[in-house]
């Protein structure tokens, strides 16, 4: 299964100095962030709900390689929070999410996120 998340997610450093501006400012940063991700698994996995643990591979596409790679990918968290929003998975807990993998490349920014079943 998988889902795309066009354009680019803030990364650690936009949501650190987000909390810094203010804390409503981080959380106004991570609730459109989660937005996001919640509508984008609405539109590619519409009425999947998944009951077994899972890994979780991303892709993540920047325009360039201005960001550091641990940057870009800190983005996951707020993934798998819209994961569990959207239903889409129960919890985001060791029960749950059994591993994940990063990649990375240039090209039009987005993130591919593919799921699989694991037992």
Same mark, same amino acid.
């Given at each position: 299964?998988?889902?795309?998340?066009?354009?680019?997610?803030?990364?650690?450093?936009?949501?650190?100095?987000?909390?810094?501006?203010?804390?409503?400012?981080?959380?106004?940063?991570?609730?459109?962030?989660?937005?996001?991700?919640?509508?984008?698994? $609405? &539109? /590619? !996995?519409? =009425?999947?709900?998944?009951?077994?643990?899972?890994?979780? +591979?991303?892709?993540?596409?920047?325009?360039?390689? $201005? &960001? /550091? !790679?641990? =940057?870009?990918?800190?983005?996951?968290?707020?993934?798998? +929070?819209?994961?569990?929003?959207?239903?889409?998975?129960?919890? /985001?807990?060791?029960?749950?999410?059994?591993?994940?993998?990063?990649?990375?490349?240039?090209?039009?920014?987005?993130?591919?996120?593919?799921?699989?079943?694991?037992?």
């Amino acid at each position: 299964m998988t889902f795309t998340v066009f354009g680019k997610l803030p990364g650690l450093n936009e949501y650190t100095n987000a909390n810094r501006g203010n804390r409503f400012q981080g959380a106004k940063l991570k609730k459109s962030a989660e937005s996001e991700v919640i509508w984008s698994i $609405k &539109r /590619d !996995l519409p =009425n999947v709900h998944i009951k077994v643990p899972v890994f979780v +591979d991303f892709r993540w596409i920047e325009a360039n390689k $201005k &960001r /550091d !790679l641990d =940057n870009i990918a800190s983005a996951k968290k707020f993934i798998f +929070d819209g994961m569990v929003k959207a239903e889409l998975i129960p919890n /985001d807990n060791w029960q749950w999410v059994r591993g994940f993998e990063d990649h990375f490349e240039v090209g039009e920014p987005r993130v591919i996120v593919t799921i699989r079943e694991v037992e």
